[in-house]
């Protein structure tokens, strides 16, 4: 059968662990040899047990767990071209040319040079006896699906990434908690939630939490926001509200580009309004944790997909990265979707966000 390996990159999310599981278990069934490679790419330039066959049960009772089993890294060496070199020996030996990768758009990239350069390395790795002749010709095309796993869903191409559903849950779980004891108290609330380039997280937060204000990246605040913020507070005090809940996602900023800080809305808000006011910052709780059915069920349906793409690929096929599209898994080219992801930043960077919020192509 071919050789198939499956590798988790970048930041954890959940729902890494259902994709995972999905790829062992679709390979295995469409008969390929299917591994692990822990550690991400650092497995694979280190090679050794870091790359272990995978059975069946190898992936039993693990849907429900958050993180990812498999480990992640982030790896300088795969960057070098004597790192891929070293990695391309060590999938060669294995009979390796097939691999899902689970990440985000710099894991994605990263495979789509290897893939690129994938006749350079073997021709590198025979010169020098490393490989047979007979390897040269065997292994020959290297094959790649990616799938992205990330909380923040912040990739060009799927309506939502492995893990969001699950960050969104814990972000609202830890509102309604907060919402009870400001209630108690008349507090106003600052949470903080991940995003430093997508606000996607902070938004979807504060509709489903009723929120009185958000702070995102993409919709940089106007120069009079103080004033709109503190007449929106007060006002909402005057009918009688007892409290009061502001989300600012990591990235957000104002129309020059300055960071709007949960700090610096906390001042904004004592300062005018005196409310006695706190701060919660979520971090990595929003990353940790069982990921939802909706999470599972998607790193289910990616996992499949990207093993059937594998499994149907010819010499010809471009790699390609498993989405989600009006609830259809389908494949894209990989690189394509970088791309534009990668347009997103530089929009934002230009502060264009109207350019940004077109790109990224989601209502
Ligand atoms: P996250 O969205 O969580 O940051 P990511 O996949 O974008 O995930 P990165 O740290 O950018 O995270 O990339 C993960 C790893 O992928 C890097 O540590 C590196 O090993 C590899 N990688 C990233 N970019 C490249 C590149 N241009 N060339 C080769 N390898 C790369």
Same mark, same amino acid.
């Given at each position: 059968?071919?050789?198939? =390996?499956?590798? &988790?990159?970048?930041?954890?999310?959940?729902?890494?662990?259902?994709?995972?599981?999905?790829?062992?278990?679709?390979?295995?069934?469409?008969? /390929?040899?299917?591994?692990?490679? !822990?550690?991400?790419?650092?497995?694979?330039?280190?090679?050794?047990? *870091?790359?272990?066959?995978?059975?069946?049960?190898?992936?039993?009772?693990?849907?429900?767990?958050?993180?990812?089993?498999?480990?992640?890294?982030?790896?300088?060496?795969?960057?070098?071209?004597?790192?891929?070199?070293?990695? /391309?020996?060590?999938?060669?030996?294995?009979?390796?040319?097939?691999?899902?990768?689970?990440?985000?758009?710099?894991?994605?990239?990263?495979?789509?040079?290897?893939?690129?350069?994938?006749?350079?390395?073997?021709?590198?790795?025979?010169?020098?006896?490393?490989?047979?002749?007979?390897?040269?010709?065997?292994?020959?095309?290297?094959? @790649?699906?990616?799938?992205?796993?990330?909380?923040? *869903?912040?990739?060009?191409?799927?309506?939502?990434?492995?893990?969001?559903?699950?960050?969104?849950?814990?972000?609202?779980?830890? @509102?309604? /908690?907060?919402?009870?004891?400001?209630?108690?108290?008349?507090? &106003?609330?600052?949470?903080?939630?991940? %995003?430093?380039?997508?606000?996607?997280?902070?938004?979807?937060?504060?509709?489903?939490?009723?929120?009185?204000?958000?702070?995102?990246?993409?919709?940089?605040?106007?120069?009079?926001?103080?004033?709109?913020?503190?007449?929106?507070?007060?006002?909402?005090?005057?009918?009688?509200?007892?409290? *009061?809940?502001?989300?600012?996602?990591?990235?957000?900023?104002?129309?020059?580009?300055?960071?709007?800080?949960?700090?610096?809305?906390?001042?904004?808000?004592?300062?005018?309004?005196?409310?006695?006011?706190?701060?919660?910052?979520?971090?990595?709780?929003?990353?940790?944790?069982?990921?939802?059915?909706?999470?599972?069920?998607?790193?289910? !349906?990616?996992? =499949?997909? =990207?093993?059937? /793409?594998?499994?149907?690929?010819?010499?010809?096929?471009?790699?390609?990265?498993?989405?989600?599209? %009006?609830?259809?898994?389908?494949?894209?080219?990989?690189?394509?979707?970088?791309?534009? &992801?990668?347009?997103?930043?530089?929009?934002?960077?230009?502060?264009?966000?109207?350019?940004?919020?077109?790109?990224?192509?989601?209502?």
């Amino acid at each position: 059968g071919k050789g198939l =390996a499956v590798f &988790t990159s970048g930041g954890d999310s959940q729902g890494m662990n259902a994709a995972v599981r999905s790829v062992v278990r679709m390979g295995i069934y469409l008969g /390929a040899k299917v591994y692990f490679i !822990r550690e991400g790419y650092q497995g694979m330039v280190d090679g050794g047990d *870091n790359i272990e066959e995978a059975n069946w049960s190898s992936v039993s009772s693990i849907i429900h767990k958050g993180g990812t089993i498999i480990g992640s890294a982030r790896c300088m060496d795969f960057k070098q071209r004597e790192g891929r070199l070293k990695a /391309a020996f060590n999938l060669i030996s294995r009979g390796i040319t097939n691999l899902v990768v689970i990440g985000g758009d710099g894991s994605l990239t990263g495979a789509n040079l290897f893939r690129q350069e994938w006749s350079s390395l073997l021709d590198e790795l025979l010169k020098t006896n490393k490989i047979t002749k007979d390897q040269r010709e065997k292994y020959k095309y290297l094959h @790649i699906a990616g799938m992205v796993g990330s909380i923040d *869903n912040d990739f060009c191409g799927t309506d939502m990434t492995i893990g969001t559903d699950s960050a969104l849950h814990r972000i609202i779980e830890a @509102i309604d /908690a907060i919402v009870s004891t400001a209630y108690s108290h008349q507090r &106003t609330f600052i949470m903080e939630v991940m %995003g430093r380039h997508c606000g996607y997280l902070a938004l979807v937060a504060a509709l489903a939490s009723e929120a009185d204000a958000v702070f995102i990246p993409e919709d940089p605040v106007p120069y009079n926001w103080v004033e709109k913020l503190c007449k929106r507070l007060h006002q909402e005090r005057k009918s009688g509200q007892r409290l *009061n809940i502001i989300i600012v996602a990591e990235g957000a900023i104002d129309r020059e580009g300055k960071p709007i800080t949960a700090e610096l809305v906390k001042k904004v808000v004592v300062d005018n309004l005196q409310q006695d006011t706190r701060i919660t910052v979520l971090g990595h709780v929003q990353r940790g944790g069982s990921p939802s059915a909706f999470d599972r069920i998607l790193g289910c !349906r990616m996992g =499949a997909e =990207a093993v059937m /793409a594998l499994m149907e690929a010819t010499p010809e096929t471009e790699p390609c990265v498993v989405s989600l599209d %009006g609830n259809q898994a389908v494949r894209l080219p990989l690189m394509e979707c970088v791309r534009r &992801t990668k347009a997103v930043s530089q929009a934002m960077a230009d502060k264009n966000w109207d350019l940004a919020v077109q790109l990224r192509g989601r209502s």
